[in-house]
Structure formats: C-alpha cells, structure tokens
C-alpha cells in the first residue's frame, strides 16, 4: 500500500444524478471525477459493480465478475454512434433523490436491445475485433454467465434451483443445445458485458488522468442465485437439488438483537484448496484489472464465519467454522505478486482475525461513528489510538449518515439502550470540543488529522444529510441502495471547504 496521506469518498454509481432514474457510467460520473480532483481528494471507493438481484443488493449478485447493465449510460452509447439522440430524448419522469430499479430496467432495457441490433451490423460489416477479443478474454466466467442470464429469462426468472433437473445439473447435452437454441440472446448478454467494461474502463482512465485511484469492493460470499454457484456447485456446500445446507451470517450485533441471516451459501474451502485456490485467484485476477486497490468485505469471515443451518430462520443458532486462513492468501500473492488490499475488520473481531490482518499486511478500517460507545473495538477507533497502516471513516454504506447517527431517535438505528446512545453522543460532544451542530464536518476534521494514511467519508457526510440519505438498513430488505445526490448539493461552499481541510491535513496533491 502507498503510505502517502490520501483522502476520498465514498459513493457508488448508481447514487450518481442523472435522468435516467438511476445514476451510470455516463457524464455525471465524469463530472464527480472532477469535482474529487478539484478538492484535493485522490480516493473514489464504490460497492460492488455486478448485476444486482434481490433486495437491489450490490452485495447479491448474479455474479462475482460481471458488471451492472443497469450502470451502462445510454448517453455514452448515443456518442457511440449505437443510439440517435432522439432514442434518448424523452425519458420518463423519474425522480431524482432516490433510484427506481424497475422503471430504470423497463426504460433501459429495450434501448440497449436496439443499441446491440445496430452493434451486431457492425460485427457484421467485419467491425467487431475489440468484441470478439473481450468475450475470448472472458470466456473463463462470461460464457457460463450470458448462458445462465439467457436461461433465467426462459425461465421466468425463478432461481436456478426450481428449474428442470438437466439444466440444474447442467447436462452437458443439453447446454449445448441451449446454447444453440438461445444464441441470439446470449450474445446480447455478451454485449451488454462488452458495453460495461468499455464505459467502465474509460471512466477509470479518465480518473487516472486526475490522479485519482479506484478503491472496489469484493464480498466475501456470492449470492445462491448466481451464475458462479450454479456453475461451480462442487465448490459450495449444497445438497442434491442445489439447496444450501448451511448459509452466511453474523451473530447478534450493532444492527440486530437476532443476528443476520444473508442467506449465501458457503464454500467448501477443502475443495477450493485442491485447485490451489483458482477460483478466488481468477476473482482477485478480475478485480484488479477493475480497480487499483480493493476492500475485501467480511474479511474475518477467512479466519472463521459463521455458519448457520440453512432451516434456521434467524442467525442465532450458529457456530464458528475456521476458514482458509493465510493459505488463501499466500496462494494469491504467488500467482498476482502484490495485492492492495482493504481488510473490512468490523464486526465481532478476535485477537486471531487481527493476526491474521496483520500479518498480512492489510490495513484495516477505523469508523468513527463506533468509536465513542460500547465497541468492543471503540478505543481502537478513537483517533488518538489510530495507526498508519489504516483507513479511517465517518462511516460505512451500511451505517446511518453522521448527522443521522447523532440526531436519530435513539434506539432507532441499532440495538443500542437510549441511555447508551445519550451517553455516545455526549462522549463525542467532548471529544470533538464542539456543540454538534456541524457535527458531520467535526467528524471529517477527525478523520482528515488521523494519522491513518487514508480517510474516507460518505458523500452523504460531505453534504451533511441525515437518515433519509442512509444508504442501507443491515437485516432490511426494502428500501436500500436508494439514494441519489442532485447535482446542485455540491455547492461552491462544500467545495472550498473540502479542499480547505484537504490542504490543512496534508492530504491533498500539493
């Protein structure tokens, strides 16, 4: 990792402004590159960029190395030549403060179906050399992705397990009559990759240019529902129909008396070990080729995860299993050389996850809203107990925004006592010196001083919204991974006042 002191923001795509009713790959995106470089800021962090399933979850995916379809920028696409401007001319009446998944794929879809028409006439004229290198560049995830896509339309979009028993068992003769069958739109799935990773790669260059780096997000587990679990069944505990027999979780925490139950089904690591790991080296593989440095999610889960019988409805009846440990890393490492990597150390960690952390040389975060309560980890991150080799945050995508955390009714947001809250909030008055009504940019101040080499803040904090800005509610279902920005919140004051802190704290290019 580079110990230069950086700092940055926390947002993802789809939060972006834009008409389309959801934010994208397209000149908004270009714009907010530009407003990090213009306030010093050299860090832009996302969630993950894959095709999202149930819940809108960037966190479930339809797969571990594809890209969102719905990101792709129907303007980008005009300036391609895929589209006519008139295509795109009168777009429905979306709002602009929080995204509509829905309405944004009915609207989408059918304009990137023509847009890929006017594509093939190209591949047709003898125009398509970049096309046919990516899908052969791919191969490896794309083929078992477009086909399993292709299938879930025929099949009503129910998961892979309810299908018939030689697509669930992926009879060989019949994937390939399939693939014969469904040719057509399987290429269009094909495309619509193609399309992402072109935007999604000139985006990147374009922040490169600005000396600006792309902090990723790799979840530890994948979705049930997924083009990797169906096409990889042997590597996850499942039973003869597909079913998990145990998924992911975490026992009872800050956000649930009961725990929480994702539902993802787990790996069967002695499995993976037999192949030196290669599917998670060709998922680290594809990672790095997206982003500069990567923040593994649930990274305790590689000591020990909990696991929970899949008939249990809540997390409470689990047991902690030992994971792969540092093999899996070693093994990594061997293949790509050196990794940038985020450790997200949050959640019930033990001295054995701080080892392992740390002896692989990972930084691990630091979140200032857990710092001035019952946290077993609070005085570690106060930043007066705060190291160089760590990255220091207002908050996460999945805490409340910093206004909404002070100013919420207590009790409300986690399973905090109100007394306990009343009590953390008036901790952090005193350790800030101030009287909280700024206390959004009292908690950048923290952050920019740390001397962690990387702080990171919620636009939502630079814009000091409240809980109608939280971007998720961990255990919730609806809701989520809504909120949008409008262009005119980033205000020349904002502006100024970020570079300020930037420039006083020593994190900025000058």
């Known amino acids: ?73 129907l303007e980008r696409i005009v300036d391609a030549g895929l589209l006519d401007p008139d295509d795109i001319g009168n777009p429905p009446s ?6 509509r998944y829905s309405a944004a794929n009915q609207y989408k879809t059918p304009l990137l179906m023509k847009s890929c028409l006017r594509f093939k006439d190209r591949l047709s004229a003898g125009h398509g050399d970049d096309f046919h290198l990516f899908c052969h560049q791919n191969a490896c995830w794309l083929d078992d992705f477009a086909l399993f896509m292709s ?47 072109k935007q999604w790669t000139d985006l990147k260059n374009y922040c490169h240019e600005s000396g600006i780096q792309i902090i990723g997000d790799i979840p530890i587990y994948v979705a049930h529902d997924s083009a990797e679990v169906w096409a990889n069944q042997e590597l996850f505990y499942l039973d003869h129909s597909g ?43 594809s990672s790095f080729r997206m982003f500069d440095i990567i923040r593994i999610d649930h990274f305790r889960g590689f000591e020990a995860y909990w696991e929970i019988p899949a008939s249990e409805e809540t997390a409470l009846k689990g047991q902690w299993v030992k994971g792969p440990g540092d093999a899996l890393f070693e093994a990594v490492r061997k293949k790509l050389g050196s990794i940038s990597v985020i450790a997200e150390d949050l959640g019930v960690i033990t001295p054995e996850v701080d080892n ?50 002070f100013t919420s009714e207590p009790g409300a947001q986690t399973t905090q006592k109100k007394e ?18 700024e206390i959004h940019w009292d908690f950048i101040r923290l ?50 006042r970020l570079r300020e802190l930037t420039k006083i704290y020593e994190r900025s290019p000058e």
């Not at 959801?22 to 306030?39: K, M, N, S, W």
């Not at 998961?159 to 014969?180: A, S």
């Not at 809203?369 to 570690?380: H, I, L, S, T, V």
């Not at 995508?397 to 206004?403: G, K």
Request: hydrophobic share 35%; proline share 7%; with cysteine.
């Open 1 to 73: 990792m580079d110990f230069k002191r950086v700092s940055g923001i926390l947002l993802h795509p789809t939060s972006l402004p834009g008409p389309f009713g959801i934010g994208d790959l397209g000149p908004q995106a270009y714009r907010f590159a530009d407003f990090l470089a213009h306030t010093g800021q050299r860090l832009w962090q996302i969630l993950p960029l894959g095709p999202i399933g149930y819940g809108n979850s960037p966190y479930m995916s339809f797969s571990a190395f594809g890209g969102n379809p719905l990101l792709i920028s």
């Open 94 to 99: 979306f709002p602009y403060s929080r995204v």
């Open 151 to 197: 299938l879930r339309r025929t099949q009503k979009n129910q998961m892979w397990v309810t299908w018939d028993e030689p697509l669930v068992r992926r009879n060989p003769e019949k994937l390939m009559e399939l693939r014969h069958e469904l040719y057509e739109d399987i290429q269009f799935q094909k495309y619509l990759q193609y399309i992402f990773f």
């Open 243 to 285: 079913n998990p027999l145990a998924v992911a979780g975490v026992p009872p925490d800050y956000f649930s008396a009961t725990g929480q139950r994702w539902g993802n089904p787990l790996y069967r690591w002695d499995v993976l070990a037999q192949s030196g790991y290669m599917w998670w080296i060709e998922r680290f593989r």
């Open 356 to 405: 392992l952390r740390d002896h692989l040389g990972f930084p691990g975060m630091r979140v200032l809203q857990m710092a001035f309560g019952n946290d077993p980890k609070a005085q570690e991150y106060r930043p007066h107990s705060h190291i160089r080799n760590c990255i220091v945050y207002t908050g996460t995508h999945d805490n409340d925004t910093t206004v909404g955390w």
């Open 420 to 437: 306990e809250v009343f009590k953390e909030r008036e901790y952090a008055l005193r350790y800030c010196g101030t009287d909280g009504s």
């Open 447 to 496: 952050a920019m001083g740390s001397v962690a080499h990387m702080a990171i803040f919620p636009l939502q904090d630079v814009l000091g919204l409240g809980t109608e800005a939280r971007m998720n509610f961990p255990s919730t279902l609806r809701g989520n991974w809504e909120w949008r920005f409008t262009e005119d919140m980033l205000t020349s004051g904002i502006k100024q």
